[in-house]
């Protein structure tokens, strides 16, 4: 996380302690941190700096801001075109509250005060690394446990079945079955950062917050698009069972009580 840039819209009766605590959470995990102490605030900062060399990575939007609240500011900046994620932080947790929340145009929630843990999750969750200095896009999308053995030998089998996932989602989309995009790409939103790719997470939860907000249909075939393009890469970065077993071969042994990871 080092270097990467965040924006804190953080107002609470005790909102200096508070705002310090993100702050400082965030900027011992690397971060270079700007608050802002109300919704306005928080909107001109973000699209001050949008085009600029160094846009704010992420957004984390208190909902309950003075001047301007943190549905408002983030509607408002969807509406001026601000594509970055925004998280919102929330006192409570409901699932009413989540689908407001995407609703709004926010890309997660979690609730407040939130621990360094959960923050760099978070983070690690939404921000994608940024582009080579080459200028060469890669071609593979690896797990971010790519070096944990015991881990991937989970992550295979679920990277080589994400085309047929985001197959259907394409699919349901080609026919006009929103509530199924939108069911599909909430369970691939959850899974997919469990298993190490935070930019499919992403894009999952763009589709399900560009259903939700009513998203023109061009809209939404350019999100579903991306998805499909991340899919690919990530499945590019795992070989087939037969290649993966002669590169690194594996002793046959009992049930393993490894980490267990499934679908949200």
Same mark, same amino acid.
């Given at each position: 996380?080092?270097?990467?840039?965040?924006?804190?819209?953080?107002?609470?009766?005790?909102?200096?302690?508070?705002?310090?605590?993100?702050?400082?959470?965030?900027?011992?995990?690397?971060?270079?941190?700007?608050?802002?102490?109300?919704?306005? =605030?928080?909107?001109?900062?973000?699209?001050?700096?949008?085009?600029?060399?160094?846009?704010?990575?992420?957004?984390?939007?208190?909902?309950?801001?003075?001047?301007?609240?943190?549905?408002?500011?983030?509607?408002?900046?969807?509406?001026?075109?601000?594509?970055?994620?925004?998280?919102?932080?929330?006192?409570?947790?409901?699932?009413?509250?989540?689908?407001?929340?995407?609703?709004?145009?926010?890309?997660?929630?979690?609730?407040?005060?939130?621990?360094?843990?959960?923050?760099?999750?978070?983070?690690?969750?939404?921000?994608?690394?940024?582009?080579?200095?080459?200028?060469?896009?890669?071609?593979?999308?690896?797990?971010?446990?790519?070096?944990?053995?015991?881990?991937?030998?989970?992550?295979?089998?679920?990277?080589?079945?994400?085309?047929?996932?985001?197959?259907?989602?394409?699919?349901?989309?080609?026919?006009?079955?929103?509530?199924?995009?939108?069911?599909?790409?909430?369970?691939?939103?959850?899974?997919?950062?469990?298993?190490?790719?935070?930019?499919?997470?992403?894009?999952?939860?763009?589709?399900?917050?560009?259903?939700?907000?009513?998203?023109?249909?061009?809209?939404?075939?350019?999100?579903?698009?991306?998805?499909?393009?991340?899919?690919?890469?990530?499945? =590019?970065? #795992?070989?087939?069972?037969?290649?993966?077993?002669?590169?690194?071969?594996?002793?046959?042994?009992?049930?393993?009580?490894?980490?267990? #990871?499934?679908? =949200?």
């Amino acid at each position: 996380m080092a270097g990467v840039r965040i924006l804190v819209a953080e107002y609470t009766p005790d909102s200096d302690k508070q705002g310090m605590t993100i702050r400082k959470s965030l900027e011992r995990l690397g971060a270079v941190v700007t608050v802002a102490r109300n919704g306005q =605030a928080a909107v001109e900062h973000a699209l001050a700096e949008e085009d600029s060399d160094a846009p704010f990575a992420l957004v984390f939007m208190n909902l309950d801001l003075p001047v301007l609240d943190g549905r408002a500011a983030t509607r408002t900046l969807r509406k001026r075109g601000f594509t970055g994620p925004v998280i919102a932080l929330t006192a409570s947790a409901s699932e009413a509250e989540e689908e407001e929340c995407l609703r709004a145009g926010f890309d997660d929630y979690m609730t407040a005060p939130a621990t360094a843990d959960a923050l760099d999750r978070a983070t690690r969750r939404h921000v994608r690394p940024p582009p080579r200095k080459s200028g060469v896009i890669p071609c593979v999308l690896v797990s971010e446990y790519s070096d944990d053995e015991e881990m991937m030998e989970i992550i295979g089998p679920y990277v080589q079945n994400l085309p047929e996932r985001a197959a259907a989602i394409r699919g349901a989309f080609d026919d006009g079955d929103l509530p199924l995009v939108k069911r599909l790409a909430h369970q691939l939103k959850g899974s997919a950062g469990s298993y190490g790719f935070p930019s499919i997470t992403a894009a999952a939860s763009a589709i399900d917050r560009a259903v939700l907000a009513g998203d023109n249909p061009d809209k939404l075939k350019k999100r579903v698009e991306e998805l499909t393009r991340l899919v690919s890469m990530a499945r =590019a970065s #795992v070989p087939p069972p037969s290649i993966r077993s002669e590169v690194n071969p594996v002793e046959p042994r009992g049930q393993k009580a490894g980490r267990a #990871v499934g679908d =949200a």
